[in-house]
């Protein structure tokens, strides 16, 4: 079993709808990160958090270290929302990252 | 700063010979990592750096593989000799030490065959 899943694996949503991916991890991390790569292939970070919510524009991540689990939100999504969106976490002590499979987002116009 | 720099973006090699890929990481970070990306196992660490010294190899495949950080601004990972298992797309990133979050290159897309 991976260390980090991530579902769904691809999504396929209409412009403006709101977008969900989740992320549930299985070992004792430091961070989680969500990243998102575009069909060109450039890795961006979006987010880095160890609790709570942050939110940037558009997008919204949130944690529960409880639960293990973590959430990636878009509200009124476009189709430059478009990308794989990767979940990734540090293991504690550690700055090593250890990646979900990634969710594949489509936004039709 | 223009970002993690990686070169060359794209590499086509016939297997057995060796492979160079460079990186020049963001001034000032004292992290460096190098990780592989294949469709079949998604991204995976390779191996990474703090201040110049190789911390965590334990991504690096087989003796094959080997990376160099010489000095704060420059990184190879070498492949000698190339298979064509070792097609992937290959990225470098860098961070502050404990900030944790990491700038990523734009890749080294390598074609063995």
């Known amino acids: 079993k991976n260390e980090v899943e991530q579902s769904p694996q691809n999504l396929t949503a209409q412009e403006g709808e709101f977008i969900t991916i989740n992320c549930s991890y299985s070992v004792g991390i430091s961070a989680l990160h969500w990243l998102q790569q575009h069909p060109g292939g450039g890795i961006v970070s979006l987010f880095m958090l160890s609790s709570g919510k942050k939110k940037h524009g558009r997008l919204i991540a949130t944690i529960n270290i409880q639960e293990k689990h973590s959430s990636l939100h878009i509200t009124a999504s476009h189709p430059r929302d478009s990308a794989v969106y990767i979940c990734a976490v540090s293991k504690g002590g550690s700055e090593k990252l250890v990646f979900g499979k990634g969710t594949k987002l489509t936004v039709n116009p | 700063d223009a970002g993690v720099i990686q070169s060359p973006r794209h590499e086509v090699t016939e297997m057995g010979q060796e492979v160079t890929l460079r990186c020049k990481p963001i001034?000032?970070?004292?992290?460096l990592f190098w990780y592989r990306q294949t469709m079949m196992r998604g991204l995976e660490l390779l191996i990474y750096?703090?201040?110049?010294?190789?911390?965590?190899d334990s991504g690096m495949p087989e003796d094959r593989f080997s990376a160099k950080m010489p000095n704060a601004s420059f990184s190879t990972l070498k492949i000698q000799p190339s298979e064509p298992r070792d097609s992937a797309v290959y990225f470098c990133a860098s961070s502050f030490y404990g900030a944790t979050e990491a700038f990523f290159g734009q890749g080294t897309r390598l074609t063995v065959v």
């Open positions: 001034s000032g970070h004292n992290s």
């Open positions: 750096f703090n201040n110049n010294v190789p911390i965590d």
